[in-house]
């Protein structure tokens, strides 16, 4: 929401689609801590099972682990679009650099061929996932570092943005 905040002036439907795009991303994380956790539960025995047998207690477990690891897949999505606005918010405010904006959607797009590629060819994407992922981390980890130790000055950009207008 500060993101929204801070970046709404440049462009409102981008800056909502950014916001509810992370929103997005965060519920189903979120969600997808109840089938880690109740597949835990199912493994230690927490729950009793026992009609199931060893067999279906342990296939239960597996079933809810892999729900667990798909839907943070499908969140992954969620995580790369949210880059997307954010990138075109950043370039075009002028109080971030402008080749961190670029860097933050090519981030985004490298989340989406990631998960693609983990949906469509597993073994393919387990090999390209080390890889493919390393724009997304420098993008996020750039923009983090961006906004704690040099931070947005508006005053400066806001004469900035005045004079080129």
Known sequence: MTLYRLLRHV?????????????IGAGIT??????????LRVATGAVNLAGFGAAGSNALALLMVD???????????FMGLWLV?????????????KALGVVLIVGGACYLVDVFAA????????AIHGYITIPSIIAEVWTLVYLLVIGVNT???DARIRAAA
């Open 155 to 157: 005053k400066e950009s």
């Open 85 to 97: 606005p954010l990138g075109y918010l950043a370039y075009k405010s002028g109080w971030f650099p």
């Open 67 to 77: 729900a667990q690891h798909y839907g943070l897949l499908i969140a992954s999505i």
């Open 119 to 126: 949906f469509v060819v597993p073994d393919f994407g387990k």
């Open 11 to 23: 462009n409102k439907s981008a800056a909502t689609a950014m916001a509810v795009l992370a929103s």
């Open 30 to 39: 979120m969600l997808n801590a109840v089938f880690e956790f109740e597949g």
